[in-house]
């Protein structure tokens, strides 16, 4: 599968922006969906998963402001991003993974930036 995250920007503190990872194929045959991000100089973390069950998680940096979700019928997934703080300043990728065969796929990542 391919993954194209789009949507990232220059925001400020407390704005809003929704990131975009589209997929080559349909994303209902891929069980989980995840955003990931890296600030510079730090490892890159989890942000947020959704899975074909219709679960999700978060991060606890991100609960309660991130909203993840799919639309299937346009294969891609989105990350819709409230109460932006300096501290998300990152680049943003998403990550799709097939549990059967533990196969990992990463897009390409789209900067976020938040000013305070």
């Known amino acids: 599968v391919q993954l194209q995250a789009s949507g990232g920007g220059l925001v400020q503190a407390g704005g809003s922006l929704r990131l975009s990872c589209a997929a080559s194929?349909?994303?209902?045959?891929?069980?989980?969906i995840s955003w990931y991000r890296q600030a510079p100089g730090k490892e890159r973390e989890f942000v947020a998963v959704?899975?074909?069950?219709?679960?999700?998680d978060y991060a606890d940096s991100v609960k309660g402001r991130f909203t993840i979700y799919r639309v299937n019928a346009k294969n891609t997934v989105y990350l819709q991003m409230n109460s932006l703080k300096p501290e998300d300043t990152a680049v943003y990728y998403c990550?799709?993974?097939?549990?059967?065969?533990?196969?990992?796929?990463w897009g390409q990542g789209t900067q976020v930036t938040v000013s305070s």
């Open positions: 959704t899975r074909t069950s219709g679960s999700t």
């Open positions: 194929e349909s994303i209902m045959s891929i069980d989980d």
């Open positions: 990550n799709a993974w097939y549990r059967s065969v533990n196969d990992m796929y």
